[in-house]
């Protein structure tokens, strides 16, 4: 049996427990939804104010120099880098997990076009976060030359797909709805087996799970700043390539912010020898800089000691579900290996919509994913031992009230 | 003669000099670059305090729904419609300008390519800002279709031009270095001769000149918010299609934010039927948020009236530099015709560049653009007659004291 004191005796043991301070959060919430946006750094108010009076008010046109707005993409991309086995001048900042994704894609498949011809096949998976497959599938539309997406159920799934003339895998790293984190290392392995290119989507992983992307010898990834990193919401997302494919290709979303020369605007294109490349156009520097607020904490933690606490907490989550809602049919979708978990816990239950609901009218404040899935995000940087043992005990009330029967809920319209 | 006085006495009788207190300008500066970078709403600190504060730190992921992020795009699109002649729910709000005009080209080329297989031109201006033709390089050497990019010079190389196949003409409404601008509705109907498509890029022209995009039978625009608008540094930039083209194809940066039912996570991409079908993916909220704060201050004034402030202002100020600095080298590049002039006033100069450097240290924010090119952005709503003189004053001034001479300047690299 766990119990409360066993629960506040970890808080105190916490090395972690430090950096709650620098998150704002509502008062009498226990939240459990920064695997969808991360809470807010509290520095991230007086940066922004910085940012609005006196560099874009004050300094104007200048700040693109004096404030290095230029610069953000690749600064940023050098912070977020120490937290994925990347190297200095690999990641950038910039637009959205899912036009990065398009960037990639295309260099991967050109790639791959030009040693393997005949390879038409781009594998994603079935519960991929749709945004993945929706994007191929624009790919492919677009340049009409028989590609085809397949998508894939597992690992097993994975293994039969890698038997045909597959060009390039796309996987997420961590499953948005289950939680299930591939082994990335011996998944490279097993596609490169096959000379197939792998694209690893980290928007549930990175700030969440340790890794490292130059060891495993990954090819490309893409990632989103605002869920784990707590950049706000929407901010720009993350994209690293290998040093080995980086200068190969152009990526097709060729902008000016990705030029050689940007300030000689030459009348041809020539990309940047650099991974500034796989930038486009102008970025939103507001929403961009305030992602270095959620980043600068991650790097005064560590990454390492940040993963252990995930997985107490996770565990701890899973017990006490266990011990103190057995009788309720939660049905746990979340590997229990450590191996094959990332940093959610979500259950299966007929009515997952109204209990969220019931328990977001308490304070607890997780989420539904279709079909059925009341999913859990655990973030040690602001969550505590005590903070599992109080959202388990507002789960076990809300089933003994019956709290979900009683309550009329809004459409359903919320965003990953 | 034009004197002090009589610039003192215009401003009196300025309707719109009320507009001025809207906006945090700097002490002491004369701000001739907003047609790069837009002033800041005094408005917009408030705002985004909000957003952080409340919106993200207090209402966490309720606000996708409570404040309606999720709407943003069609939102801010419906009030930036009013200032463009379209209609509400033709215009969203979403990324950049560059992976905008990738959207509407891939349409507009896959239109074509029903209708006319052999058409594979694509038409851009030699002197459009770079990104534009960058973009459409990036599209072509995607898509591997035999598709040619040329490069005109003014209308008359249109004309001749449109000789060819050609499939779309991509022009910018206000050329970002003259200020040339073209006249929409008869360029239209040239096009729309020859059967060719056409894309407006209203980078320099949306907020600064009065338009009327369905009137004058335009097929898509594109264009930014952080000029003329006063959206912030690289607020996400606006996408209008004309109704007719609308749902005839998906365009290829198919993120879930496009798709038809994007909370159903299905497993295959269905286009929204609406202008919903231009997004992508997440967007940068609070970036995207304080756009509202300038377009608001635009749909209190009047576009009409903000365009005959602008023409009075651009011809004083080329009035004026012909009265007082006529006997040091400027050569006005910008027309002198209204029909076509944008609000932006052009001189080339040997020492273009060292010459704003001078000013800029005087307080007079103007830039420069290769070659040789001083660029004076005129913005209605803050800048007033006794502006523009003081403003000549101080490049009188600098001539005549050479003080552009005995500067060492910054590395060129500033931003469009």
Redesign the interface.
């Known amino acids: 049996m766990i119990t409360r004191e066993q629960c506040l005796y970890w808080d105190q043991e916490d090395e972690l427990k430090k950096f709650k301070d620098e998150f ?3 008062e009498g ?1 226990i ?1 459990l ?1 920064g695997n ?2 991360g ?2 750094p509290k520095k ?2 007086a940066v ?2 910085h940012i ?2 006196q ?11 004096k404030a290095d ?2 610069g953000l993409p690749t600064r940023l991309g050098d912070k977020v880098a120490k937290l994925i086995g990347a190297e200095q001048g690999e990641v950038v900042i910039s ?5 990065n994704l ?1 960037k990639v894609l ?1 260099a991967a498949v050109k790639i791959q076009a030009e040693k393997f011809p005949e390879r038409k096949i781009i594998i994603a998976e ?1 519960d991929a ?3 993945d ?3 191929i ?3 492919i ?5 028989g590609y085809q997406v397949e ?1 894939i159920d597992g690992v097993e799934g994975l293994a039969r797909a890698l038997e045909k003339d597959v060009a390039v895998v796309v996987l997420s790293h961590v499953n948005y709805r289950t939680g299930y984190f591939y082994d990335m290392s011996s998944i490279n392995e097993q596609i490169h087996s096959k000379e197939a290119l792998v694209i690893w989507d980290l928007c549930h992983s990175v700030g969440a799970v340790s890794m490292d992307l130059n060891q495993s010898g990954s090819d490309f990834a893409i990632g ?1 700043t ?1 869920k784990y990193l707590n950049g ?6 993350m994209l690293w390539v290998n040093e080995k494919h980086r200068d190969q290709f ?7 912010w ?2 050689k020369k940007p ?7 020539e990309p940047a020898n650099s991974i500034r490349r796989y930038l ?9 800089s ?1 992602i270095e607020c959620g980043v600068d904490i991650f790097l005064h933690a560590d990454m390492q000691k940040i993963r252990e606490k995930s997985l107490k907490l996770t565990d701890l989550f899973i017990q006490l579900v266990q011990q103190e809602c057995s009788e309720f049919g939660f049905e746990l979708i979340t590997p229990l290996e450590h191996k094959y978990r990332g940093s959610h816990v979500s259950y299966r239950h007929e009515f997952g919509y109204e209990i969220i609901q019931a328990l ?1 009218a308490r304070g607890v ?1 997780g ?1 539904y ?2 079909p059925g899935v009341l999913r859990f995000g655990i973030t040690p940087l602001y969550l505590g031992f005590e903070d599992i043992w109080n959202a388990v005990q507002h789960l076990k009330e809300t089933m003994l009230n019956s709290e979900w029967k009683n309550k009329r809920y ?1 459409v ?5």
């Open positions: 704002a959060l509502p919430v939240y939804d969808s946006l809470a807010r991230s108010l922004a104010q609005i009076s560099e874009w008010g004050e300094d104007l046109i200048n700040s693109w120099n707005w230029w637009d959205s997990t899912t036009l398009f295309s079935k976060f749709p945004t497959i929706y994007i599938e624009g790919f539309d677009l340049i009409q030359k998508l989103c605002y706000g919401p929407g901010s720009p997302a152009w990526q097709p979303l060729s902008g000016w990705s030029h300030f000689d605007m030459a009348q041809h294109y486009c156009g102008t970025q939103p520097i507001i929403s961009m305030l977001i404040i989420d994913r279709e809004l359903r319209g919320e965003v990953t």
